[in-house]
C-alpha cells in the first residue's frame, strides 16, 4: 500500500522559513517522482514542485524558484521541500504526491492531476 504524510507545516512569520517533510512507503524513489502542491483558500491546487530520480530530474515552479528548494533522503524514503523568505500569499494546505517515473508532473507541475497518490495535506500559515 502506497502511503504519504506530510508534516512540518504550522505558523510562520512573513520573512520565516520552514521546512515539509513527505515520508513515503510502498514505493521505490528508484521508480517514482515525488512532488509538492498547494492550495490556498478559495483557490485550485497548484503544483509546486517535483523530484524524480530515475531521470534526475527536479522542477521547482518558476515564481517560487530562490525561496523553495525540494530535496530527497533516499535512505529516510522522505522528500523535503524548503520554504525560505515565506510571505502571506505562500498560505496553503501543502499536499505531497507520488506518480510512476517519469512523471508528466515533473516536467509541468500543471499537471498535478495525473499524479497517482496523494497524502494528506499539512498546514502552512504566514502571518504578516
Known amino acids: 500500500e502506497v502511503q504519504l504524510q506530510a508534516s512540518g507545516g504550522g505558523l510562520v512569520q512573513a520573512g520565516g522559513s520552514l521546512r515539509l517533510s513527505c515520508e513515503v512507503s510502498?514505493?521505490?524513489?528508484?521508480?517514482?517522482?515525488i512532488g509538492w502542491f498547494r492550495q490556498a483558500p478559495g483557490k485550485g491546487r497548484e503544483g509546486v514542485a517535483c523530484i524524480s530520480r530515475m531521470d534526475d530530474k527536479i522542477n521547482v515552479h518558476e515564481t517560487l524558484e530562490g525561496r523553495f528548494t525540494i530535496s530527497s533522503d533516499n535512505a529516510k524514503n522522505t522528500v523535503y521541500l524548503q520554504m525560505n523568505s515565506l510571505k502571506p500569499e505562500d498560505t496553503a494546505v501543502y499536499y505531497c504526491?507520488?506518480?510512476?517515473?517519469?512523471?508528466?508532473?515533473?516536467?509541468?507541475?500543471?499537471?498535478?492531476?495525473?499524479?497517482?497518490?496523494w497524502g494528506k495535506g499539512t498546514q502552512v500559515t504566514v502571518s504578516s
Open positions: 504526491a507520488a506518480d510512476r517515473a517519469p512523471s508528466l508532473t515533473c516536467y509541468g507541475l500543471e499537471y498535478y492531476s495525473s499524479m497517482a497518490y
Open positions: 510502498g514505493i521505490s524513489f528508484d521508480d517514482y517522482s
